[in-house]
């Protein structure tokens, strides 16, 4: 079975550019978190969705941030227009089913964004 | 805010030898402990997790304990190899929602 996969897996642009990034979840996963670790810093939550739904998007720094999850199965997430503290590494992971206990969130390898 | 945090950011040890990374939470309202390797270039791999009903739980080669009563948690490596070495989180969570992560222990294996 195919894991979290994520594209690409490094973006180099520059300040006020857009970025998109796509996470495909494991196949039937319905909980799709993303997460950004900012270099030397803890991994962060970003945004959850449960199929197509927000579930939760408190971490979503501003409204520079969009995601989406059009369909329940690959989400993107944009960065419009980036800024330099965008820079880091974006994690995608998924579970299998919403509100369950012992509900293993597999990761994908990341996007390293560098914004200049 | 409550976050979960760890003690050393570093650990070096002897392959073959026994490693214990040390990781402190406080959300008590936490139910759900896991621990995560990542190596370079990759994402967080799952390790082992344990329920805040449990104390002790064992894979292979890890144990990871838990401490309600102290709000500590720790991952122990049993024969610890080259292939090891990583960075060590450890999170928090509760049913079905984000998780928490520590800032992370880098875990240097010599031969």
């Known amino acids: 079975e195919a894991g979290v996969t994520q594209f690409p897996s490094h973006s180099v642009i520059e300040k006020g550019q857009t970025v998109t990034l796509r996470c495909d979840p494991i196949?039937?996963?319905?909980?799709l978190y993303w997460y950004r670790r900012v270099m030397g810093k803890e991994i962060k939550f970003l945004l959850h969705f449960v199929k197509e739904s927000k579930q939760d998007e408190s971490g979503m720094p501003n409204n520079r941030f969009l995601a989406e999850r059009t369909g329940g199965t690959y989400s993107t997430l944009k960065v419009q227009p980036a800024e330099l503290e965008d820079s880091g590494v974006y994690f995608c992971a998924s579970s299998l089913l919403a509100g369950t206990v012992t509900d293993t969130q597999y990761f994908g390898p990341g996007t390293r964004l560098t914004v200049l | 805010g409550e976050s979960v945090g760890l003690h050393l950011p570093t650990l070096s040890v002897q392959e073959g030898d026994n490693s214990i990374i040390n990781c402190a939470y406080s959300n008590s309202a936490s139910d759900y402990f896991i621990w995560y390797k990542q190596e370079s270039g990759k994402g967080p791999q799952f390790i082992i997790d344990?329920?805040?009903?449990?104390d002790k739980r064992q894979g292979q080669r890890v144990t990871v304990l838990l401490n309600k009563t102290v709000k500590h948690l720790s991952l122990q490596i049993a024969a610890t190899q080259p292939g090891d070495s990583a960075v060590y989180f450890c999170?928090?969570?509760?049913?079905?929602?984000?998780?928490?992560f520590g800032k992370g222990t880098t875990l240097s294996v010599s031969s």
């Open positions: 196949s039937g996963h319905d909980n």
């Open positions: 999170a928090e969570g509760q049913a079905g929602t984000a998780l928490i």
């Open positions: 344990i329920r805040s009903n449990m």
